[in-house]
């Protein structure tokens, strides 16, 4: 059984950066794609970003490209979400998630695990 939990959220001014870690344990992540997922106040959950077991691919949502990255640590089963100018539009819950594949998907019906999500509040 995989379980996964995610840490680094918290309060930040508009343009702060903060970096979400996502934690694995049990049985190894691959060789499956990671994610990460948002649900703000009152939204529905949508896709962030998502990267290849090896990191050679990644996805980002329109609303993050250049201002996020994905990256992950297969040995130490470590996931991040580096997020530099934070708008309060980023408002939300983060959420961790493992694929049920091995190609990448934004889809949140196509992830298998779930963490229990960080909180991530940005003023203006």
């Known amino acids: 059984q995989v379980q996964l939990a995610e840490s680094g959220g918290g309060l930040v001014q508009a343009g702060g950066s903060l970096r979400l870690s996502c934690a694995g344990s049990g049985p190894t992540l691959g060789p499956y794609a990671m994610n990460w997922f948002r649900q703000g106040p009152g939204k529905e959950r949508e896709f962030v970003a998502a990267i290849s077991w090896t990191g050679g691919s990644t996805s980002y949502a329109d609303s993050v490209k250049g201002r996020f990255t994905i990256s992950r640590d297969n040995a130490k089963k470590m996931v991040y979400l580096q997020m530099n100018n934070l708008k309060p539009e980023d408002t939300a819950v983060y959420y961790c998630?493992?694929?049920?594949?091995?190609?990448?998907?934004?889809?949140?019906?196509?992830?298998?695990?779930w963490g229990s999500g960080t909180l991530v509040t940005v003023s203006s």
């Open positions: 998630a493992r694929a049920g594949g091995i190609v990448i998907t934004t889809e949140v019906n196509g992830m298998r695990y």
